[in-house]
């Protein structure tokens, strides 16, 4: 699903780079934690497969797709491919739940009978069935990151990166958002998340991918978190 | 992909209503420099038709004196003939000419009655393929040998040599520094409105920038987020263009009729067809505007 091969990527010339010679191998349906501290390059990483910004050096391929050869036109075809999710949840405050997620869809052509018969079967899944109509700020912060994994899983991509999912949610929130993910990964889609929430990851028990100052410095199934600090 | 041209029509109309006062002044420049432009192709349109009713008239007239010799005016007669830039030579004798003269004073027989004699000359009256040649033309039959001994005044040629030079020379000119004056406003004009609509596009794309980055998120594609606005700037193109149509249209209703009243002696019309034709113009001028402006404004600030 993801190949990463001495991938490079420096923002400026005169500073050291945000990734240095990373070189991971994703299979299509694993559970990826991506830990490390702020500023070890997670976030760099997930830009990266989005194809939000360009290695510096190295080769990236996402679901076959050769990031670096990638016409700009096509970026848009993999992002199809591709569910995100946010710390900040990045929900229209102005649309409501069910409005959110039928966006996503609406925004790459899909019809009204399919946005009519997914939109809700999804909300189903993270469990908002009957928020449909309420708008963010009358939801929770559980709430709204599930309505933005709804809007990222809605189009069934194949793979998921979740940057800091948990990052502004209470542990047992943070709990519920880790199962749905969980659940969501068993239906045979690739997650990869990135986080600094060790509990979590300990508690999971699941691939962990640890970085520091851009470089993997453990790769590790079934690891903890780590960084004995 | 099957997106109803509805959803763009929809966003665009939004956007419009949300920063309209931005709207209304990029419709309101383009609006005036589309007036500008039509206005101009009317001048050009008429000053056209006056200039070829007048062009009509331009012949040179070469006077001959009263008892020239046939062999003196055949060589120059010949040599006219064979220019290129001469349409037609005709010999007018004096017979002709108060001919003439009497059809022209028919409403009052008497003028003619109580001429002594014939008075009027005999003429050569040379007509031009391109009145624009008409000044080297001129210089020519002067320079002819047997031109001055053809004449009755020598030393005055001006006076048997006749030719609507001034007119001409004037209309030339003064088209000229129109057609300078007016496109420059125009292309000032042109300007302003596209920074005008590459500032209101440049706001809608502010106000929406949240949902920019989302719709990137889930894969848009490029042409769907920048649909909505270029859409914007063409609707702000096509509604200035309209207001500028609209007043060309009542310029043609009322203007025109009240110049060709004023002015009776020159030929003011203004053709149905042209004004359609003129209408299509600044449509095509409206929507290249806008879909400039805009596509400048999506270029600068929505990288997608």
């Given at each position: ?10 923002y ?9 010679d990373?070189?991971?191998?994703i299979?299509?349906g ?5 830990v ?26 996402v679901?076959?797709?050769?990031l670096?050869?990638m016409?700009?036109?096509k970026v848009?075809?993999l ?17 409501t739940?069910?409005?959110?997620v039928a ?15 997914q939109?809700?079967?999804?909300l189903r ?12 700020d ?7 990151q599930?309505?933005s994994?709804?809007?990222a ?7 998921l ?7 502004n949610?209470d ?16 239906t ?9 929430d060790?509990e979590?990851?300990?508690?999971m028990?699941?691939?962990v991918?640890?970085l520091?100052n851009g ?6 199934d079934?690891?903890?978190?780590g960084y004995?600090? | ?42 001048t050009?349109?008429l ?11 331009v012949?040179?007239?070469v006077f001959?004196?009263?008892?020239y010799a ?12 064979e220019?290129?830039?001469i ?10 000419a ?7 004073t ?6 003619v009655d ?6 009027l ?5 040379v ?7 008409v ?7 002067k320079a002819h040998?047997?031109?001055?001994n ?7 040629p ?14 030339f000119q003064?088209?000229?520094v ?10 000032m004009?042109?300007f302003v ?6 500032n ?10 949240k ?6 998120l889930?894969?848009?594609s490029?042409?769907f987020?920048r649909?909505p606005f270029?859409?914007?700037g ?10 500028a ?7 043609r ?16 019309t203004?053709s ?28 600068r600030?929505?990288?997608?």
């Amino acid at each position: 699903m993801i190949v990463m091969e001495h991938v490079t990527k420096s923002y400026a010339k005169d500073k050291p780079p945000a990734l240095k010679d990373v070189n991971v191998d994703i299979e299509a349906g694993e559970f990826v934690f991506c830990v490390g501290h702020s500023g070890s390059g997670k976030s760099t990483l997930i830009k990266l497969l989005t194809r939000e910004i360009l290695p510096t050096d190295g080769t990236i391929v996402v679901a076959g797709q050769d990031l670096s050869q990638m016409k700009n036109w096509k970026v848009p075809y993999l992002r199809r491919n591709i569910g995100c999710v946010f710390q900040d949840f990045k929900l229209l405050p102005n649309k409501t739940t069910y409005e959110n997620v039928a966006f996503a869809l609406e925004v790459i052509g899909r019809s009204r009978h399919v946005i009519r018969t997914q939109v809700p079967e999804v909300l189903r899944l993270v469990g908002l069935e009957d928020k449909g109509p309420s708008y963010p700020d009358e939801l929770s912060g559980g709430e709204q990151q599930r309505v933005s994994i709804a809007r990222a899983f809605v189009n069934r991509p194949p793979l998921l990166l979740a940057d800091e999912p948990t990052g502004n949610l209470d542990p047992n929130t943070s709990l519920g958002i880790m199962s749905l993910l969980s659940r969501i990964n068993k239906t045979g889609t690739t997650v990869l998340m990135a986080t600094h929430d060790r509990e979590m990851v300990d508690s999971m028990r699941r691939r962990v991918i640890a970085l520091e100052n851009g470089k993997v410095i453990r790769d590790q199934d079934r690891g903890v978190y780590g960084y004995g600090d | 992909m099957a997106i109803s041209p509805g959803y763009f029509l929809k966003e665009a109309g939004v956007s419009f209503r949300r920063n309209w006062v931005m709207s209304l002044g990029a419709i309101i420049t383009i609006f005036f420099s589309l007036l500008l432009v039509g206005t101009f192709v009317i001048t050009g349109i008429l000053i056209q038709e006056i200039l070829a009713s007048v062009e009509e008239k331009v012949m040179i007239q070469v006077f001959l004196k009263d008892g020239y010799a046939p062999e003196d005016l055949d060589p120059l007669q010949t040599s006219l003939v064979e220019d290129a830039r001469i349409n037609s030579v005709e010999y007018v004798s004096k017979e002709q000419a108060l001919e003439r003269f009497k059809e022209q004073t028919a409403d009052s027989p008497e003028i003619v009655d109580q001429l002594p004699n014939n008075p009027l000359p005999a003429s050569l009256e040379v007509e031009l393929v391109d009145p624009e040649d008409v000044e080297a033309v001129v210089v020519d039959i002067k320079a002819h040998p047997n031109f001055v001994n053809l004449i009755a005044n020598p030393e005055d040629p001006e006076k048997d040599l006749k030719y609507g030079a001034e007119i001409i020379d004037k209309l030339f000119q003064l088209t000229n520094v129109v057609r300078v004056v007016v496109i420059v406003l125009v292309a000032m004009l042109v300007f302003v409105s596209m920074i005008f609509i590459s500032n209101t596009i440049r706001l809608a794309i502010y106000a929406r920038r949240k949902e920019i980055a989302i719709m990137r998120l889930v894969g848009a594609s490029n042409w769907f987020i920048r649909m909505p606005f270029l859409l914007e700037g063409v609707m702000q193109g096509l509604i200035g263009a309209a207001l500028a149509i609209g007043v060309v249209v009542v310029m043609r209703q009322w203007l025109v009729p009240w110049l060709s009243d004023t002015l009776p002696f020159l030929p003011v019309t203004l053709s149905a067809g042209a004004t359609a034709q003129l209408g299509l113009i600044l449509a095509a001028f409206g929507v290249a505007i806008g879909l400039i402006g805009s596509i400048f404004a999506l270029r600068r600030y929505l990288r997608v």
